[in-house]
């Protein structure tokens, strides 16, 4: 290799590292470490501008901006206390109706964005039932990564690997990811309330204080809403006809973000560009050209090349050794830095003589979103329910979750083994 590709590497892995740690906010050390690929010549800027993935960007961006101004509706909390109330206020039963709404609204919102409107809301519940939180945030954590891995929206990897691959849309994402992710949740949502039933009793008084709530008065914007679900309904129908209409799934997010501004008016403009997370679109951009040093100087292509020399260019043994690799690596670093530095390395794959890629995909985004739920640090949604959690006064613990999480993270691999070698590889 020759001396840039090292420097890249050592950029990287260092960069890598301080991601891990957590000890300076990953936001800064991907700028930090993107701007050290371009100041010391690895790429050139016009090269690292290339290597940016706006239609990744320009798709968070849009749908952050809708949910930001639906969720001043109400809707949400709405939804949840309805739910509640429709199965008589029993805990076991709020646990199954929150995770399985949390595992819809993460299919089609993303599971950052529907975890923070539905943490408070399940705070308000368990006050209410006064019961402890905790089993119904950690539900609430696998049901958002589970959820989210069923459409190319609903997580990170799934958008990064929709945007880099063009045959790969919207309905592609729902037909392959849709059916095995049903099935998890399924296995998942029966071990869950056997696991915390003894866990979240409450009294008959509390359950009829909770039926006696009037959701009605929760909706505050009634005429906001009308537009909110006019708009969401025609952008997913756009997600599903992106490819008809020859358009991609950025324009159609960002085209459904503003013509809602422009319904709701200026003065929404300011407050809803406020709240996009610009800290998780700049650690992207970080990302993607941190790992351009990579693609650039040819570190990439060896690995991949080493990857195939290792299974042989079998397509049974390396779609294994993607979705292994890449469910245990998200269980213990963020999954989006490795979604980022494994797509390259599967496109190179395809220049080497894997002829069906299709397999791969599918096994990195299992891989990442659900080995998401393996550690608290696998994926976006659990940091971000952890840290509400801990500041309400109900901190989940690292090893207490690891305890749960791994190995139910290791039995959704291990159906997704079985699933992706029946459905591609036979």
């Not at 199965?87 to 076991?92: F, L």
């Not at 501004?261 to 993607?288: A, D, N, P, Q, Y």
């Not at 090349?305 to 290792?310: M, N, P, T």
């Not at 329910?385 to 989940?396: F, S, T, W, Y």
């Amino acid at each position: 290799m020759e001396q840039q590709a090292y420097w890249a590497i050592a950029i990287f892995l260092v960069i890598y590292g301080l991601i891990i740690s957590e000890k300076i906010h990953r936001t800064i050390v991907a700028m930090i470490g993107a701007i050290l690929m371009v100041a010391t010549g690895i790429v050139s800027q016009e090269v690292a501008l290339h290597h940016i993935d706006f239609n990744t960007l320009g798709l968070l961006i849009g749908m952050m901006i809708i949910v930001s101004i639906t969720a001043e509706t109400g809707l949400f909390r709405y939804m949840a206390v309805w739910a509640a109330k429709k199965v008589k206020g029993e805990p076991v039963w709020i646990l199954v109706a929150l995770a399985s709404i949390t595992a819809l609204g993460s299919a089609f919102l993303d599971n950052v964005t529907t975890v923070l409107l539905m943490v408070p809301v399940t705070f308000s519940i368990t006050r209410q039932l006064r019961v402890s939180p905790t089993p119904f945030l950690i539900t609430q954590i696998f049901a958002a990564n589970v959820g989210g891995t069923a459409t190319l929206i609903g997580d990170p990897p799934n958008i990064m690997i929709g945007s880099a691959v063009e045959e790969l849309t919207f309905m592609a994402f729902i037909n392959n990811l849709t059916p095995i992710a049903i099935i998890v949740m399924l296995v998942y949502l029966p071990i869950f309330v056997f696991m915390f039933r003894k866990q979240i009793h409450t009294t008959p008084e509390l359950k009829a204080g909770l039926m006696k709530l009037d959701i009605s008065a929760i909706i505050t914007d009634h005429k906001l809403l009308r537009k909110c679900l006019i708009m969401m309904g025609l952008t997913i129908l756009g997600f599903f006809l992106h490819q008809t209409v020859h358009l991609e799934s950025a324009t159609v997010a960002l085209a459904g973000a503003f013509v809602l501004l422009l319904m709701t008016g200026e003065h929404k403009m300011e407050e809803s560009l406020s709240r996009v997370e610009w800290t998780t679109i700049f650690f992207f951009i970080g990302l993607f050209v941190l790992v351009s040093g990579l693609v650039e100087t040819g570190v990439i292509a060896q690995l991949a090349a080493r990857a195939i020399d290792l299974t042989g260019g079998d397509l049974v043994a390396t779609s294994m050794l993607i979705l292994w690799l890449s469910a245990i690596a998200s269980a213990f670093i963020d999954n989006i830095p490795f979604v980022a530095t494994m797509i390259p390395l599967i496109q190179e794959m395809g220049q080497m003589g894997v002829t069906d890629l299709e397999p791969l995909w599918w096994s990195l985004a299992l891989g990442a979103c659900l080995g998401g739920n393996g550690t608290l640090i696998g994926a976006s949604a659990n940091l971000i329910v952890a840290g509400l959690a801990g500041k309400e006064g109900h901190p989940i613990r690292f090893l207490s979750f690891l305890k749960i999480g791994f190995p139910l993270m290791l039995l959704s691999i291990a159906l997704c083994s079985i699933y992706i070698y029946l459905r591609y590889l036979i």
